[in-house]
């Protein structure tokens, strides 16, 4: 049964039912990035309109002589990365190139999770490029990916066999000659994801073999950019940001040669509290290291940055009828999200379905206050206080220096979203709700 037909499509909220659909979570896409994108955010995010760490990839990614071509693109959970992303994506596509996206959270275990997973992944998404564009390989290549496996497969037990029918059937090709390779790379994506003991022979042929998986993923990548008027493919790692920070830690600094061995243009998406970690520099010699920063609520010296509230109000506005805000509703909910668009729209979704069930056609401050009380709940229990407190007065004080002592705690604070950075210079301040909190135990008493 195909469910996507039962999705609800989204649209522009017209009325306060419509509210909760217009800004349901994730990533903007396909038709809904058409008509739901607003493309004038950079200069509230960096300080500078003609500075964009995402046309920055994008420029890069077209650059057949580049000398590196893995990045790590950092950002808070919910300031957009995913959406720029996609945006990037169509524009790159609409120039010829090919494009594939694996989706961590969906294709892996994010609870178990290797290097060698990644370079699984890789190959099945250049396969896939591959077959959308009809691009064939050679019968060498094809006996060199089969035959990479054939080791590994011979090792796992054949009582499985029916698990595995099971997998392939649902494989379909465009180009019927790479059939036999892309029902492999089904069951090698199936194994990572579901199958503890398979994975584990799996990942040993790649720790063991790196360099020679590496060539093939490079000769299959050549074949799609000289089928494609020499335009690399480009493949997007998403979600890993959304893994814990010890786990990607051990992944890119163990395993960065590794990691951009690729000849072809590879972005991550990393953890930006890790970018705070003295260590974090080293990465720098093997990666192209962006930041997409917030969308900046405050100034350095903290007062209220109104370019940026009207930046985020214009992205409201794309998805609903402000006449369903009172003013002074959407005004507060915009100043204490901090820039952050995922929380913007959780406590907006909260407020409309409170003011719904009031019956009312317009959301109000007091529907606003109960969503941001509940958000803020949701934020500061993530808080310890022996842990973090010292360090979050600190950052309110304006202090912007690395700390030696507690950087574990800043690390976490940053993840947790209860500490925000800015401007992509290192500049992190308090989420606002977080400073509300500390206001209301006493802690703090200047005005936020």
Known sequence: MNMMKYIKKMERAEKVAGVNNAFKPGALAGEELARFYY?????S?????????????MDECQELSATANSFLLMGHWGCGKST???????KLKEQGYHIYTVDCKRDLDMFNLAHSDLLILMGEALIKI?????CSLDKDMESKITGFWNTTIEKINTDTRSDELSVEAGVKAKTPVLMPVLRLFARLQADLKFNVEKRKVHREVIVNRSSDWLLVLNSIADKITEKSEYKQPIIIFEDLDKIDCEVVWRIFSNYSSTLTGASFPTIYTFPIALSYDPKFTAL???FRTKILPMIKQKTVDGEPYEDGVKVVTEIVKKRAKLELFEPDALDKMIRKTGGSLRDLFSVIS???TRARRRESEVITVEDADAALESHKTSIVKLIDRKRHLDLLLKVHKGNQQFPEEGKEALLEMLQANAVLAYNGKGRYSLHPLVADFLKEQGLIDDKL
């Open 130 to 134: 591959a077959d959308e564009i009809g």
């Open 39 to 43: 493309d004038k955010t950079m200069e």
């Open 350 to 352: 909260e407020a409309a």
């Open 284 to 286: 720098g010699g093997y």
């Open 45 to 57: 995010r960096t300080g500078d309109k003609y500075k964009s760490p995402i046309q920055d990839i």
């Open 84 to 90: 720029e992303l996609n945006e990037m994506s169509g």
